[in-house]
C-alpha cells in the first residue's frame, strides 16, 4: 500500500484545503488514511482496492467493501482519488465504472459513497448518477466531523 499512502498524501490537501482545517487534515491523514490503516483495509475480507496506472505510474483508486455494513447487496466506495494532473482526463469516469463493474462482479446491487458536502465532486458523481440520499455527520475523534451527503445508485 506504500504507492497509494504516496498519492493520496499528494492529493488530500489539495482537495479539502478550503474545505478543512490542517488540524483535521493532518488528523485524518495519520489516522483514517495512514498506511497502516489503508493495510488494515486491504486485508479485510470484503474491502477491495482498484489501482489505475497509466504509464506504469499509479494515477488513480478507488477502495470498495461489499455487503457494507451488514447491508447484504449493497457496496460502498470509501474512497476515490486521482493524481492531480490527471483529472480531467476521462479517468475519473473511468475509475468509477470499473469500480461499479467490480461491484457487480461482486454480487452487489447498489453503490453507496460518502462525500463533504462542500466537495466539488458531488457534482461528478451526479453526473456519474448518483442521487443525494440523506445527509450526516460522522463525529471523529478531537472533535472533528466529516459532514457528508451519502449518495448511491443502483447497479
Known amino acids: 500500500m506504500p504507492e497509494v499512502y504516496q498519492l493520496l498524501k499528494t492529493v488530500f490537501r489539495p482537495t479539502y ?11 485524518m491523514l495519520d489516522n483514517i488514511f495512514s498506511e497502516a490503516a489503508l493495510c488494515r483495509q486491504q486485508a479485510e475480507p470484503n474491502f477491495q482496492f482498484i489501482l489505475l496506472y497509466q504509464d506504469a505510474v499509479l494515477s488513480g483508486f478507488s477502495a470498495i467493501e461489499c455487503d457494507y455494513d451488514g447491508q447484504k447487496l449493497c457496496c460502498k466506495m470509501h474512497k476515490l482519488y486521482l493524481s492531480s494532473n490527471t483529472q480531467g482526463l476521462g479517468l475519473g469516469r473511468m ?60 447497479l
Open 17 to 27: 484545503g478550503a474545505i478543512l482545517t490542517e488540524e483535521q487534515m493532518t488528523w
Open 95 to 154: 475509475l468509477v465504472t470499473e469500480t461499479e463493474e467490480q461491484a457487480r462482479v461482486l454480487g452487489q446491487q447498489q453503490l453507496i459513497l460518502n462525500v463533504n458536502r462542500y466537495n466539488k465532486a458531488r457534482h461528478f458523481y451526479e453526473k456519474m448518477g448518483f442521487e443525494v440520499l440523506y445527509e450526516e455527520d460522522i463525529p471523529l475523534e478531537n472533535g472533528y466531523f466529516m459532514n457528508d451527503f451519502v449518495m448511491g445508485k443502483k
